[in-house]
């Protein structure tokens, strides 16, 4: 008797447990796993921007084009000669993006524009395909190479994120190179922050709603931000973005490029990007992620997922701008709905292609 009172009390427990635990598969459909079907394109690749907008042939000088082109090509050589030497994926990101930083042309470290107090604060992030560890910084105004700064920050701190004073005295406690504040200045930013601002001018007299914080002539300019996404010989990918931000944005003001997810992704099950446009609607989009997400939730290729991202998702919130990716196969992306984005592509057959014109045009 008492055996049977037992197991009565033991099928209970069991029914009535069976009934509290949920059951996973009553309430989400199947996902696929996320294995890419492409084929390996590349055992190695490289790609880059120099930042996305209205970048119109016909406003483009021949000497101006060329010397874009070359130190398109300066970058992205650097960062292809590390991965084809073995090296790895975050050492050509990092590295390659120093180079833009170091040029007046691109928005970025030496180029970065001006806030509306005339100030220079700028955002970098990058990510590892292999740990998803990421660092961060924004905001700051003494680093002269904000990219490497959110490196130090992913290797050796224990954050993700630092922005400020701070982030600026974490650099210098470091050893990172540090600069006054009056190495950011250029004179042709300085002009777009006049236009910039005339233009607020005239839309605060019209009435208009729509503040005129980013750069005023986005018609005859671009973005600017700088980025690099790469695959290594190690089967490894990784992402870094920097920038000066938008001309004209209100100091303290942050975009998408020192926000994982937003500006930077890197997961080797996937693929790592790197976007360059209007920040305020890639950090609505979560952008970078998205296509990531796609690719591992949905079994998307890459192609599939950035079209979907910035040709439906971006344009439809109503945002500008382009990514660059690479996924775990080699195959690269560079997608945008702006008239053109500085880009350049390196493969492992030491391929070069460099563009900036949107092939609609
Ligand atoms: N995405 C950057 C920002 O909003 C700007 C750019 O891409 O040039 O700060």
Known sequence: MRNIIQFYFAFLLLFNCGKLEPNPDDNHQDVKSGESTTQKANDFAIVIHGGAGTILKKNMTSEKEAEYKAKLEEAIRMGHTILKNGGSSLDAVEKTINIMED????NAGKGAVFTNAGTNELDASIMDGKTLNSGASAGTKTVKNPINLARRIMDDSPHVM?????????????????????YFFTEGRLKSLERAKDREKVELDHNDQKAAFYDADIKDSKY????????????????GTSTGGM????????GDTPIIGAGTYANNATCAVSGTGWGEYFIRGTVAHDISAMMEYKGSTLEEASVEVIQKK??????????????????MMMEFNTAGMYRATMNDKDELNIEIYSKKE
Do not use: W
């Open 103 to 106: 040029s007046p042309l691109f």
């Open 162 to 182: 630092m922005a400020g004073d701070g982030a600026d005295s974490y650099a210098k406690e470091q050893g990172l190179e540090i600069v006054s504040p009056e």
């Open 224 to 239: 600017g931000t700088v980025g690099c996404v790469a695959l290594d010989k190690h089967g490894n990918l990784a992402a």
């Open 247 to 254: 001309t004209n944005k209100r100091f303290g003001r942050v």
């Open 314 to 331: 971006l344009t439809n919130l109503g945002g500008t701008g382009g990514i660059i990716a690479v996924d775990k196969n080699g195959n």
